[in-house]
T-cell receptor, first 112, second 115 residues
């Protein structure tokens, strides 16, 4: 079964620190890796996404690092802020299918 | 850009009644729409995928006669929960894809409570 394994389940970071969330996948056919941010009671919002032809993508304070050989990708949030406190989901998409496979989510808490 | 709306945002209904949830892509045409269900503190569970003018494709274990999906246009999909029961209470979220390589944009979700 296609899976995306996400860790940690929860993360507490001090304001200004770096938040790192990791995901690993098994299916080498995956070729699209987005991260979503979800606040309580709201739908997920697309944060940043990467394709396997690059090893890193940065947008503002958010960076995705991608390791194709290890089949892993991670989200780095620099200078974490209390407003970043949310649940983050990684996902993976496979060519030929429009469906995304989601990780189980990471609840991030950034303390002031 | 890429805004998806859902209506209603929350609904309470009595057991045995049916509830319809609308999902609209406001500023783009959605070739594909998805319906998810999310339990508290859990990940998103894909229920079905729908393409405009075609029958929805349901994930394994999802009752298609209970969760009726209609994708009538490139900007509107509806999910009808028929003969709702308390165990159907959940957070239902739709997403829409403009067809550009898997990008999915999510609606704000609908909280359904069946009493």
């Amino acid at each position: 079964q296609q899976q995306v394994k996400q860790s940690p389940q929860s993360l507490i970071v001090q304001k200004g620190g770096i938040s790192i969330i990791n995901c690993a996948y098994e299916n080498t056919a995956f070729d699209y890796f987005p991260w979503y941010q979800q606040f309580p009671g709201k739908g997920p919002a697309l944060l940043i996404a990467i394709r396997p032809d690059v090893s890193e993508k940065k947008e503002g304070r958010f960076t995705i690092s991608f390791n194709k050989s290890a089949k892993q990708f991670s989200l780095h949030i620099m200078d974490s802020q209390p407003g970043d406190s949310a649940t983050y989901f990684c996902a993976a998409g496979q060519g030929g299918s429009e469906k995304l496979v989601f990780g189980k989510g990471t609840k991030l808490t950034v303390n002031p | 850009g890429a805004v998806v709306s859902q209506h209603p945002s929350w609904v309470i209904c009595k057991s045995g009644t049916s509830v319809k949830i609308e999902c609209r892509s406001l500023d783009f045409q959605a070739t594909t729409m998805f319906w998810y269900r999310q339990f508290p503190k859990q990940s998103l569970m894909l229920m079905a995928t729908s393409n405009e003018g075609s029958k929805a494709t349901y994930e394994q274990g999802v009752e298609k006669d209970k969760f009726l999906i209609n994708h009538a246009s490139l900007t509107l999909s509806t999910l009808t929960v028929t003969s709702a029961h308390p165990e159907d209470s959940s957070f239902y979220i739709c997403s829409a894809s403009p067809g550009s390589f898997y990008e999915q944009y999510f609606g704000p979700g609908t909280r359904l409570t069946v009493t």
